[in-house]
């Protein structure tokens, strides 16, 4: 496998960026195809309601009934919290890509989603926060545990002071599996049913617990951590020249890294206390804003978020009616697409091709 994720270690390309035109037509295309997507997710389910009620829903025509309070209080949390986790991660996904300058870079595959996960089964299982479990200790000790991932990810993937992107790689994968397992054992010794289902969501994936008031922190931490990286996406370009040229044009990129991984990892957390580990997302999402504009992250970063979240009201789309009335976990649907795009990207170029 070593040489596999050897062959996929070459450094991220810096293409050229794409014409205003063009990139415009992109971040239309791409709203307008999430708001279409949005709209079939209101009107699509185990209730079908016909499009002129959801407008009148959505607008504040409608009286009272069924079908309102279905688009309003069920559906509509769902749709938006699949826009925010899936820009979330698309957006963290890209930052770690340009970080460790490999193109297999992803929250999931990294181990910090596992890492998320494994915090929030914790504090499910032990019960810690009582009350404002879902809203303050939930997303704490996600974070905890994908900091803690993070941490030994990287403890792990530096030796002799040197870091590849391949050992990167591999350590996360290594973490990520003792991380799942460390979760599915703490489910299983707990013994208790009740808690059983819920922590279990973490581990597949799902948008099923969406609420109006445990959309606000993954909203909020989304707006101001897309800012703050659309704010370094001049060091973010700087990183993909290079090591040696990032140092040479000012960089300092241990603390640089070292500050990125943190927000990333808190984006991460968050994300994952509020949806679950839903895997690949950031790794595909990603690829193909690069491949529509170019690499460089003010215009990458907008583009990877917004086909971040259109992949995953789709993927939820998809979830709730392919085996209606059954809500298969949205993390086993992005899983059997992004399984098999890693391994068209591991086998994409050849040997020693850079990306």
Do not use: C, K
Request: glycine content about 12%; hydrophobic content about 60%; overall charge positive.
């Amino acid at each position: 496998m070593t040489a596999v994720l050897d062959r996929a270690r070459t450094p991220v390309r810096a293409p050229a960026p794409a014409r205003p035109v063009r990139y415009a037509l992109v971040v239309t295309g791409l709203a307008l195809a999430l708001a279409a997507a949005g709209l079939a997710s209101l009107a699509l389910g185990s209730v079908r309601i016909p499009p002129g009620q959801v407008l009148d829903a959505l607008t504040g025509r409608a009286a009272p009934s069924p079908y309102r309070t279905i688009v309003l209080d069920v559906r509509l949390p769902r749709v938006l919290l699949g826009v925010v986790v899936g820009a979330g991660l698309a957006v963290v996904g890209a930052v770690l890509q340009a970080l460790v300058r490999n193109r297999l870079a992803d929250p999931f595959l990294l181990g910090i989603s596992s890492g998320a996960s494994a915090g929030a089964v914790l504090v499910l299982v032990l019960g810690i926060g009582g009350g404002v479990t879902t809203t303050i200790a939930l997303p704490g000790g996600a974070f905890a545990g994908a900091l803690l991932a993070l941490v030994l990810v990287y403890g792990l993937a530096r030796r002799g002071g040197t870091m590849t992107g391949a050992r990167l790689v591999l350590a996360g994968v290594a973490v990520s599996y003792v991380l799942s397992a460390l979760a599915t054992l703490l489910l299983v010794v707990a013994g208790r049913p009740e808690q059983f289902q819920e922590a279990l969501y973490w581990s597949l994936g799902g948008l099923g617990s969406a609420r109006w008031d445990t959309l606000v922190l993954p909203a909020v931490v989304l707006a101001l951590g897309v800012g703050v990286l659309l704010t370094l996406a001049r060091p973010l370009d700087l990183l993909l020249v290079g090591e040696e040229g990032a140092t040479v044009l000012g960089l300092d990129t241990a603390r640089f890294r070292a500050a990125v991984f943190v927000l990333a990892s808190l984006v991460t957390a968050v994300m994952v206390a509020a949806s679950g580990a839903v895997g690949f997302i950031g790794l595909m999402a990603p690829h193909a804003a690069r491949l529509a504009v170019g690499a460089p992250h003010r215009r990458l970063l907008p583009v990877a978020a917004l086909g971040g979240a259109l992949a995953l009201v789709l993927a939820d789309l998809a979830a709730r009616t392919v085996a209606a009335p059954q809500d298969i976990p949205v993390g086993v649907l992005t899983a059997l697409t992004g399984g098999p795009f890693f391994l068209w990207l591991m086998r994409r170029r050849p040997e020693g091709a850079p990306l």
